[in-house]
């Protein structure tokens, strides 16, 4: 099956800096990369995600980028805001079963 | 998007009970999907509640531990039986919504502590 390895488990920032979380997949099938937020008391949130087609994609301040022949993936977050802070997940499709890596705890020091 | 509400947000239950968790989805959907988070850990699926039919277990989740029911495409409960302290964990309702069936949203999760 599908294996999602994410670093840093624990990632802090100043305000204003950026902050970048990778993750690999092994999977060569898996053709869907999702992002999400998990804020503390709350389900995760979908904040962006990127198929197998394409290489980059930018939302805001959040980007993601997309390396299918290392079979990595990563995500962007620019001119970080103390709201930025919580734990974010990335996730691989295939046959629409998502699998999630460990997540990464984000803390924005204002 | 899809707006899932689930129920209880959170409970504190004695070790041997049960606890039903519900979720309510705005929309019909296919399948709904349950998942567990232990404390500071990421997710796993559970099961995957199709109406009409079985839910589909994953490994290491049996359905004697773990019954589903889903009566309609809006609706799903998930039961956690027989519980013991290492039960305790957020657990999630999910369904996939876009035109290619992949985006997953979630509700906000039942915190679940046995005693």
């Known amino acids: 099956g599908e294996n999602v390895e994410q670093h840093p488990s624990t990632l802090s920032v100043q305000e204003g800096d950026s902050a970048v979380i990778k993750c690999t997949y092994s999977?060569?099938?898996?053709?869907?990369f999702p992002w999400y937020k998990q804020e503390l008391g709350k389900g995760p949130q979908l904040i962006i995600d990127?198929?197998?087609?394409?290489g980059e994609k930018k939302d805001q301040r959040i980007a993601v980028t997309l390396n299918k022949t290392a079979k990595h993936f990563s995500l962007h977050i620019t001119e970080t805001q103390p709201e930025d802070s919580a734990v974010y997940f990335c996730?691989?499709?295939?046959?629409?079963?998502?699998?999630f890596g460990s997540g990464t705890q984000l803390t924005v020091l204002p | 998007s899809a707006v899932i509400s689930q129920k209880p947000s959170r409970d504190i239950c004695q070790r041997g009970t049960s606890l039903t968790i519900q979720c309510q989805v705005d929309?019909?959907?296919?399948?709904m999907f349950w998942y567990r988070q232990q404390p500071g850990q990421s997710l796993t699926l559970i099961a995957t509640?199709?109406?009409?039919?079985?839910?589909?277990?994953e490994s290491g989740f049996v359905i004697d531990k773990f019954p589903i029911s889903r009566p309609n495409l809006t609706f799903s409960t998930l039961t956690v039986s027989n519980m013991s302290p290492e039960d305790s964990s957020i657990y999630l309702c999910?369904?996939?919504?876009?035109?290619?069936?992949?985006?997953?949203?979630f509700g906000q999760g039942t915190r679940l502590t046995v005693v």
């Open positions: 990127i198929r197998s087609n394409v």
């Open positions: 509640a199709n109406q009409g039919s079985e839910a589909t277990y």
């Open positions: 999977d060569s099938a898996s053709n869907y």
């Open positions: 999910s369904v996939v919504w876009g035109a290619e069936g992949t985006e997953a949203f």
């Open positions: 929309s019909q959907v296919t399948m």
């Open positions: 996730a691989a499709s295939s046959a629409r079963q998502l699998t």
